[in-house]
């Protein structure tokens, strides 16, 4: 019987493992190829951050619901659901025709990708109670690690010796093999009784996230007007105060406003918010600027993102010394501006520079910007009592990708602006210097954290 059990719950952590790698492969292996996908679709490589902003934005709204589908059918039937999905809206991504067709399809990958990581947790939390859980949890977050690790290489390989076509194929297979086995191998779960979806704040919140990324991204891809940009702006803030006083008078709202009495998890969140919009359109920006400004190939900006990604992981290993020794407040206010600092660096790369001097940039770049997420991601989740953590794990999840689909849209933006007055290269740099002020200008909020005994 235990052996039955055992053989059930390594299934589980491989499947849920898997779930984890296709959902954040998919989330990088379009930043190196997207201008190889604008030529074959006729666009210009400058408005393709619709494709990244359509899958995160997609996530972010989703996510939210992950935890009432789960209790309403079961955490198997989902999960299968969001494979079959996922795998679909890869099929319709590779037999895109148009970027409207492409940017529709990755919605639909978006909706299946957005069940797969909470979801597949969740899954973990249930079947492996005390100390195994956090072991369950750290073997499946391995291959979440190594999805951003290879995404950009492997896209730029795929596009340079194949076609993008294959970026979204070779989830097809994959999704295949895992719904068969998530349908006859995953252990079945009591379906709990579900409270009741709070639609409304559903809505408000999903009007507030559209909203403001097509106020973010709406003077370069989709070329609105200044009042265009104007009216969805305050469109997107109306529907967030909506939802705010919703959230007061509703039993069971979609985000509890009981989470943010919590000082750090306040502080933290809306930290992770605006540090990330900051940093995270750094690997749309920074394969694209390789491209369009350095005549890289696909491959080659690819494989010029690994010492990003390496020192990333590296610096995983000693974050925890650094936050020990000066404290949260301290370490993040100083790491904040380092980050910012290393973005707004890029705009000293030039055209003939050293690929050297470039690699070091990545480099530190990817040793602060990965201190800051796990610092920040520390804070955020360490003082929620175990009644709150279900529903600030999801926020906490949703903002990430909510972040990462403003940060895209901003980028677009600038860029689009800056292309209007000055060359190709000096548009990227201005950019990595506007995205360098704005983290900068988040270690304000760190600031606000009490000061801790060292």
């Not at 639909?108 to 990708?113: A, E, P, T």
């Not at 979806?197 to 408000?204: A, E, L, N, S």
């Not at 939802?243 to 985000?255: E, G, R, V």
């Not at 600027?289 to 990604?309: D, K, T």
Request: hydrophobic residues 55%; glycine residues 8%; aromatic residues 14%.
């Amino acid at each position: 019987m235990n052996t039955s059990t055992d053989r059930s719950h390594n299934i589980l952590l491989w499947l849920v493992a898997f779930g984890f790698f296709m959902e954040t492969l998919d989330s990088t292996i379009v930043n190196t190829a997207l201008p190889t996908m604008a030529a074959a679709l006729n666009e210009s490589p400058l408005y393709m951050q619709s494709v990244v902003i359509a899958y995160a934005l997609t996530l972010a709204i989703f996510i939210p619901a992950s935890g009432w589908l789960t209790d309403r059918f079961g955490i198997r039937k989902v999960f299968f659901g969001a494979i079959v999905v996922f795998t679909i809206g890869s099929l319709f991504c590779a037999i895109s025709q148009t970027l409207p067709q492409l940017v529709l399809s990755r919605i639909i990958q978006g909706m299946g990708g957005s069940m797969l990581m909470p979801v597949g947790r969740l899954a973990i939390l249930r079947n492996f109670p005390g100390q195994k859980y956090l072991a369950a949890l750290s073997f499946v977050a391995i291959p979440a690690l190594i999805g951003p690790l290879i995404g950009p290489t492997l896209g730029g390989w795929l596009v340079e010796y194949a076609s993008w076509h294959w970026i979204f194929l070779i989830n097809i297979p994959i999704g295949f093999i895992l719904a068969i086995l998530t349908y006859k191998a995953m252990p079945q779960d009591e379906i709990e009784h579900s409270r009741t979806f709070d639609i409304i704040g559903f809505f408000q919140i999903s009007a507030f996230m559209i909203g403001m990324s097509f106020a973010l991204d709406g003077m370069a891809g989709l070329g609105f007007s200044y009042g265009m940009v104007l009216l969805l702006f305050i469109f997107s803030l109306a529907a967030l105060a909506s939802y705010i006083l919703h959230a007061q008078k509703t039993k069971s709202p979609l985000i509890s406003p009981l989470l943010f009495k919590e000082r750090t998890y306040s502080i933290g969140i809306i930290g992770n918010m605006f540090a990330r919009i900051g940093s995270s359109g750094m690997p749309f920006l920074v394969p694209l600027f390789f491209q369009l400004c350095l005549g890289y190939s696909p491959f080659e900006a690819g494989l010029s993102m690994i010492p990003l990604a390496v020192a990333a992981i590296v610096a995983k290993r000693f974050v925890t010394r650094f936050v020990e020794k000066l404290g949260y407040r301290k370490f993040l206010i100083w790491n904040t501006l380092f980050v910012g600092l290393s973005i707004g660096s890029f705009a000293l790369v030039s055209t003939d520079g050293s690929k050297y001097i470039l690699m070091t940039h990545l480099l530190f770049f990817g040793i602060f910007n990965s201190m800051q997420f796990t610092a920040m991601n520390t804070l955020t989740l360490k003082d929620l009592d175990r009644k709150k953590a279900s529903d600030g794990n999801a926020l906490f999840s949703m903002v990430q990708m909510l972040a990462m689909s403003f940060s895209v849209a901003a980028v677009g933006s600038l860029l689009a602006a800056f292309m209007n007055h000055y060359d190709k290269v000096d548009a990227f740099h201005g950019a990595f210097v506007c995205m360098g002020v704005m983290t900068c200008t988040s270690a304000w909020i760190f600031w606000q954290l009490e000061k801790e005994p060292i």
